[in-house]
């Protein structure tokens, strides 16, 4: 069994950029800007954010940090949208989900402008991910699926007529990423809630994403000898361990169980969770890039 470094893939990635970084500001004087609003305090949101403003700085992109109380209004936060939508030094915002219930979340993702759109979510991105003609270096796809995808082509396997099982049909997630794995010619299922025979399904994956959000939830009997898994679920759940209560974060995937008969395997936490980042800084510079063409 393979084990799939997320950890080592992105930190490559985040190399990449730092050095096209370097060339795009000694040719335009300027690096690119992420604006990364949070609203409220959701520990994990706080967590994400700490870990996405880190790694931005680390390549070289701006940072503008946009903490906001948890009882804003609707409203407010859309007018610091359209403020971050013409602030030139903004290339890139993301916004961190999940709002507020008072907060339509569609509504605020629609209002990003599609050109600023670091996570990939709004519904002209959404739209051009969906249209395979268009080019994936210019476009904003959302950073999870793209992390993925990233993942198994480190893999240098043939995809092509492979059949993909994604468990799990989110927008930002579970769709996206069946739109990029049709793109590489696989044969793609999208599993969910309502799907019937769902273990004998993922039993006839080549390739299984899982983004369920149900810890374990995918078991050895469930995959099929040789497949490849990439688990995106980020579950935290309390183990006992030397008689102490303690918080671990598991997968959607047993991976005990699985890693015997997976020929590789993503791991949680290291797996596709800093890919998200790693996607998400590319997005920025995409961004900015795409400004001066
Ligand atoms: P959502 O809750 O939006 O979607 C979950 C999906 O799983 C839904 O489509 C749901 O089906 C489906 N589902 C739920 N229960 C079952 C079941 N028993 N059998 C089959 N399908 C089921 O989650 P997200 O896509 O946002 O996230 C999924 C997981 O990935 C979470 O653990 C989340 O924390 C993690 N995540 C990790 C990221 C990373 O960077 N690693 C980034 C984003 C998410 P239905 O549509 O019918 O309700």
């Known amino acids: 069994m393979k084990l799939i470094d997320g950890k080592k893939i992105a930190q490559s990635l985040r190399e990449t950029l730092t050095k096209e970084i370097k060339t795009l500001k000694a040719k335009h004087n300027n690096v690119p800007g992420l604006a990364v609003v949070q609203v409220g305090d959701v ?5 994400y954010v700490k870990a996405k403003t880190k790694n ?35 290339d ?23 050109s600023k759109d670091a996570d990939g979510f709004h519904p002209l991105n959404v739209g051009k991910l969906s249209i395979a003609s268009h080019n994936d270096e210019n476009l904003l796809i959302p950073c999870t699926p793209y992390g993925v995808l990233i993942m198994l082509k480190e893999l240098k396997i043939d995809l ?17 990423m069946a739109q990029l794995l049709v793109k590489e010619s696989c044969t793609v299922t999208i599993a969910h809630s309502k799907t019937k025979e769902l273990q004998k399904i ?13 810890p374990k939830m995918i078991k050895d009997g469930w995959v099929k000898e040789g497949a490849i898994v990439l688990d995106v679920g980020i579950n935290r759940i309390q183990v006992q361990k030397d008689g102490k209560i303690k918080n671990i974060l ?36 995409i961004a900015f890039k795409n400004k001066y063409t």
């Open 43 to 47: 520990a994990a949101s706080s967590v």
């Open 56 to 90: 931005a700085k680390e390549v070289g992109i701006n940072v503008f940090d946009h903490h906001l109380d948890e009882n804003i209004t609707e409203k407010e936060l859309l007018d610091l949208i359209n403020k971050l939508n013409t602030q030139e030094d903004v």
């Open 92 to 114: 890139g915002i993301l916004v961190q989900l999940p709002l507020p219930k008072n907060i339509n979340e569609q509504k605020v993702l629609d209002t990003i402008k599609p």
């Open 160 to 176: 092509i007529g492979k059949n993909a099982v994604i468990v799990g049909r989110s927008n930002i997630v579970g769709k996206p």
């Open 202 to 214: 993922c039993k006839n994956a080549d390739i299984i994403v899982a983004a369920v959000g149900k």
């Open 250 to 285: 598991v997968g959607d995937v047993d991976f005990q169980e699985v890693k015997n008969t997976a020929s590789a395997i993503t791991p949680v936490p290291g797996g596709v969770g800093p890919m998200t980042i790693a996607c998400l800084l590319r997005n920025t510079t």
